[in-house]
C-alpha cells in the first residue's frame, strides 16, 4: 500500500485544510514515484547543469519537510534534526543512496510531517522559521509551491531519461 493517500473526490467540496493535506499529498506521491522503474544510474543521471537529478530531487524533498514541519514547528536546529544547512547540499547524493533508501526517507519525513501538523490549525503561528513566526497557511502553500516546482522537474527529467532508453 502506497504512504500516500490517493485524493478522494470529496475533497473538491471539504474544508480547505482537508484540500491542503490532499494536494500536498498528491504532490508528494508525485515525487515519491518519480523513481519507479528507473535504475539506480538512471536516477542519478545528471542532465542539466545544477545539481538537480531524479534522487537528489526527492532527497532534498526530504530536507524540504524537515525543515517546514520539523524545524519551522518543533524550533529544533537543523543540526539537531540531522539534515544539511543549505538547500543547495541537500541535494548533493552520497554513495549509499539508493532508490530504496531515499524513497523510504521521504516517506518517513512526509509521515512524521502529517504528524507534526496535524494538531494545528492553519493559522497557528509556526515559530522555527528563520522569517520569524509564520501562520502553518504560509507553510503549506509554500511546500505546494515548492512541490509543484519539483514536480515539475522531474517530469522533464524522467521524460529525459525514458526517451534515452529507445
Not at 500500500?1 to 499529498?25: C, E, G, K, V
Not at 537529478?53 to 530536507?63: E, R, S
Not at 544539511?84 to 524513497?103: H, K, V, Y
Not at 512541490?147 to 531519461?161: K, M, N, S, T
Request: hydrophobic content about 40%.
Amino acid at each position: 500500500m502506497s504512504p500516500f493517500p490517493s485524493m478522494d473526490p470529496a475533497t473538491l467540496t471539504a474544508d480547505l485544510r482537508t484540500q491542503f493535506d490532499s494536494f500536498l499529498d498528491e504532490h508528494r506521491a508525485a515525487l515519491h514515484n518519480c523513481l519507479d522503474g528507473l535504475t539506480e544510474q538512471e536516477a542519478r543521471a545528471s542532465l542539466v547543469p545544477s545539481r538537480t537529478t531524479l534522487l537528489g530531487l526527492v532527497k532534498h524533498a526530504t530536507f524540504v519537510e524537515r525543515v517546514w514541519f520539523d524545524e519551522a514547528i518543533t524550533c529544533r536546529t537543523r543540526a539537531e534534526i540531522g539534515i544539511p544547512a543549505t538547500p543547495d547540499e541537500s541535494f548533493i547524493l552520497e554513495p549509499g543512496d539508493t532508490i530504496a533508501g531515499l524513497q523510504s526517507a521521504y516517506s518517513r519525513a512526509c509521515g512524521d510531517s502529517r504528524r507534526a501538523a496535524a494538531p494545528l490549525d492553519l493559522d497557528d503561528l509556526v515559530r522555527g522559521n528563520r522569517r520569524g513566526p509564520l501562520p502553518l497557511r504560509w507553510v503549506y502553500l509554500h511546500m505546494l509551491r515548492e512541490l509543484a516546482q519539483h514536480c515539475g522537474h522531474a517530469d522533464i527529467l524522467r521524460e529525459q531519461i525514458l526517451a534515452a532508453r529507445s
